[in-house]
């Protein structure tokens, strides 16, 4: 056997295992899905589902809100996270220590007990309006309203987000901003011509994850959300367990799984041209 | 220094077994009451496998009423497997029908416990055994016409009523009938919460009451779908109401959502579980001024059912154990855990608990609308919080 051919079974090999696991994990669930939701519950296989996805009004309003609640997340996140990693980065003393040492509690604490937490912060008669009614502020209704979702996406997001931009900003060479320095560039095109190149890839990690995080996200919106128009997730458990339709909820699962997918494909896209460019 | 290594590599281990442990747990379970299965053919004692959901007080009651019929009866074990309420009561359910359906027996579920609605799905589904007084001597103690409700395919073993629960400092004389309700509702805007229907009984007995307020007795046990026609007068008054409830129209997940409102002090009235608010009011999560009133006609209340699964091959044991559950002293343990009513009549329990429950015990209505109870919520949902 030739040295090449060896080597490409090795790495076949390397790769099936894995391969296999998506296949069963997240491949073949996805296929069931669909063909589920093809399905219009009197034996034969149409789009009703889908139709029904658009043209009712409670889905269609659930579906705009999901959007727009992950856009608003997704922007805001990126905003703070990208604004700290910075500041982390090229700032040294005592409050970029206590930053460093502090931002990532958050991960440490389940979801469930962070967001009854949040109830008990921001809810109507909670600490926050006592503290704010001493100064004679009455607080306006945050939680079920899609600011109590954004909130509670913004504490679950924001630390991995920071880790994941601080990790890649660290890796930029302190010699390749020094030396732009040097030469008098300012500090937005610094921004815009070196660190956020330098960085681009990671924030399109972390950008797919926020998005995909919060448009399936459950807990923080079951408990603080409104109960219309609805998170997807929340709508999806409504549907499937309380209404019991299955194939109404494998169409809400597999559009959601097109909304992730048209920014996985994006990235995918955007990675492959970097390795092409790399060749 | 020296320190991060052998910290870091206990990390690295606990981690892994937690992650191997997570990924065996399930194969495990089922290994384990397996193997029970096929000792009960020895002269071993007899282990069936008892499933029951519920919040924390249900699996308190079962903990102590298991040991107490098991000194009773050594032949027979009954293996406890308690699923928190909200995580896992359907696919219990369903891996019934699964197991059924795959000609796998009972799926090492023998009993089950849950409400009317799994009765109803059980009965059409046909994976309920069908019980009489012969096999479980103390069901001649509970009353007819709620065996009659469920063709004697389930055991109504406690109930509860739903009531409303208020704050006696703010409200001195609570509403006593509907209309006084829908009246107090309008006249004292957002101090009226009730949670979403399909969250908790509470809310869903509110939203079934009105929706059923002005149609005949007869028609809260019957599950034609006929009768969907007739629901639209208590939409209405459930859409009317919509803007004078908490939040101009916010709905709390949960039978616990609205007692938290309750409690904090952003409503006065709620309808709420009794056991709940005698409960909470015991532990001192609710405050003292808050009091219990039933409404005339009451709220639909009703018992949790306890049923045997068809395929089980435990059932004399089962039979023993439900012909336990529906005797006087366990049903004394279910009042005074539950805070509930008893299953069985009163005329069987004891005189001290018998003056307990003056006037109280028809406090509340059995609805068996089936299917129905799905679908009142599906038009909840788009109907009057989609608004």
């Known amino acids: 056997m030739s040295k090449e051919a060896r080597q490409s079974i090795t790495g076949l090999a390397m790769v099936l295992p894995s391969f296999a696991i998506l296949l069963i994990v997240v491949i073949i669930p996805i296929v069931q899905s669909f063909i589920m939701s093809l399905s219009n519950g009197s034996g034969g296989y149409d789009l009703s589902r889908y139709t029904y996805l658009f043209t009712d009004k409670g889905m269609r309003s659930n579906i705009v809100f999901t959007l727009k609640v992950t856009a608003i997340t997704c922007v805001a996140v990126i905003l703070v996270s990208y604004t700290l990693a910075i500041y982390m980065r090229f700032n040294q003393g005592?409050?970029?220590?206590?930053?460093?040492?502090?931002?990532?509690?958050?991960?440490?604490?389940?979801?469930?007990?962070?967001?009854?937490?949040?109830?008990?912060?921001?809810?109507?008669?909670?600490?926050?309006?006592?503290?704010?009614?001493?100064?004679?502020?009455?607080?306006?209704?945050?939680?079920?309203?899609?600011?109590?979702?954004?909130?509670?996406?913004?504490?679950?997001?924001?630390?991995?987000?920071?880790?994941?931009?601080?990790?890649?900003?660290?890796?930029?060479?302190?010699?390749?901003?020094?030396?732009?320095?040097?030469?008098?560039?300012?500090?937005?095109?610094?921004?815009?011509?070196?660190?956020?190149?330098?960085?681009?890839?990671?924030?399109?990690?972390?950008?797919?994850?926020?998005?995909?995080?919060?448009?399936?996200?459950?807990?923080?919106?079951?408990?603080?959300?409104?109960?219309?128009?609805?998170?997807?997730?929340?709508?999806?458990?409504?549907?499937?367990?309380?209404?019991?339709?299955?194939?109404?909820?494998?169409?809400?699962?597999?559009?959601?799984?097109?909304?992730?997918?048209?920014?996985?494909?994006?990235?995918?896209?955007?990675?492959?041209?970097?390795?092409?460019?790399?060749? | 220094m020296r320190m991060k290594k052998p910290f870091l590599s206990l990390l690295t281990v606990v981690g892994l077994s937690v992650s191997l442990l997570a990924g065996c747990g399930n194969g495990s379970e089922v290994k384990s009451t397996t193997t029970g299965g096929n000792a009960a053919a020895s002269s071993d004692p007899v282990k069936f496998n008892f499933y029951f959901t519920g919040s924390q007080n249900v699996k308190d009651l079962w903990d102590s009423l298991e040991p107490m019929f098991e000194k009773q009866h050594p032949d027979i074990d009954v293996n406890l497997v308690y699923i928190p309420s909200g995580t896992g009561a359907e696919p219990t359910y369903d891996r019934i029908v699964a197991a059924k359906k795959a000609g796998k027996g009972s799926g090492d579920i023998d009993l089950y416990e849950d409400g009317i609605t799994s009765v109803a799905q059980g009965t059409k589904d046909g994976v309920w055994e069908q019980l009489n007084a012969k096999d479980i001597p103390n069901l001649s103690k509970v009353n007819t016409d709620t065996m009659k409700d469920v063709d004697n395919f389930a055991v109504p073993y406690r109930s509860s009523a739903v009531v409303l629960a208020y704050d006696s400092s703010k409200i001195s004389n609570p509403p006593t009938t509907l209309d006084e309700l829908l009246q107090w509702i309008k006249a004292n805007p957002e101090q009226f919460a009730y949670n979403d229907p399909s969250t908790g009984g509470s809310g869903s007995s509110f939203v079934q009451t009105i929706v059923y307020k002005d149609l005949p007795e007869e028609d809260i046990h019957n599950s034609d779908p006929a009768i969907m026609e007739k629901w639209d007068g208590g939409f209405d008054t459930l859409k009317e109401i919509g803007?004078?409830?908490?939040?101009?129209?916010?709905?709390?997940?949960?039978?616990?959502?609205?007692?938290?409102?309750?409690?904090?002090?952003?409503?006065?009235?709620?309808?709420?579980?009794?056991?709940?608010?005698?409960?909470?009011?015991?532990?001192?999560?609710?405050?003292?001024?808050?009091?219990?009133?039933?409404?005339?006609?009451?709220?639909?209340?009703?018992?949790?059912?306890?049923?045997?699964?068809?395929?089980?091959?435990?059932?004399?044991?089962?039979?023993?154990?439900?012909?336990?559950?529906?005797?006087?002293?366990?049903?004394?343990?279910?009042?005074?855990?539950?805070?509930?009513?008893?299953?069985?009549?009163?005329?069987?329990m004891s005189q001290e608990m018998q003056n307990k429950f003056d006037g109280v015990a028809e406090g509340f209505r059995t609805f068996n609308i089936g299917d129905l109870g799905t679908e009142i919520n599906k038009r909840w949902q788009s109907d009057v919080a989609a608004k």
């Not at chain 1, 807990?219 to 709508?235: C, D, E, H, W």
């Not at chain 2, 409503?267 to 003292?288: F, K, R, T």
């Not at chain 2, 005339?296 to 559950?325: C, H, R, W």
């Open chain 1, 94 to 279: 005592p409050i970029v220590n206590l930053i460093r040492k502090t931002y990532m509690i958050p991960l440490f604490i389940p979801g469930v007990i962070a967001t009854y937490g949040l109830i008990n912060l921001l809810g109507n008669h909670g600490w926050l309006a006592r503290m704010l009614e001493v100064v004679g502020i009455t607080l306006p209704r945050i939680i079920f309203d899609e600011k109590g979702i954004i909130i509670a996406n913004l504490w679950f997001n924001i630390p991995f987000t920071t880790m994941l931009l601080s990790s890649a900003l660290s890796g930029i060479p302190s010699s390749i901003i020094e030396s732009a320095k040097d030469v008098g560039v300012g500090r937005l095109t610094l921004f815009t011509r070196f660190i956020f190149p330098l960085s681009y890839k990671t924030f399109l990690v972390a950008l797919t994850f926020v998005f995909m995080g919060v448009i399936g996200s459950f807990t923080a919106p079951y408990l603080i959300g409104a109960n219309s128009p609805q998170m997807l997730g929340v709508s999806m458990q409504q549907v499937f367990s309380v209404f019991q339709e299955r194939e109404q909820a494998a169409a809400i699962a597999f559009f959601s799984f097109l909304l992730c997918s048209v920014l996985g494909a994006f990235y995918i896209r955007s990675m492959a041209e970097e390795e092409k460019a790399k060749i």
């Open chain 2, 243 to 348: 803007p004078y409830v908490y939040g101009q129209g916010i709905y709390p997940k949960k039978n616990q959502g609205t007692l938290d409102l309750l409690m904090n002090g952003e409503v006065s009235l709620i309808p709420a579980w009794s056991d709940m608010v005698l409960q909470q009011l015991n532990e001192g999560l609710l405050p003292d001024t808050i009091k219990m009133q039933q409404i005339t006609p009451g709220f639909n209340g009703g018992p949790t059912y306890l049923m045997v699964n068809q395929e089980s091959d435990k059932k004399e044991a089962i039979n023993e154990f439900l012909n336990f559950v529906l005797s006087p002293e366990a049903q004394e343990v279910i009042v005074d855990k539950m805070n509930g009513f008893p299953g069985i009549e009163l005329s069987n």
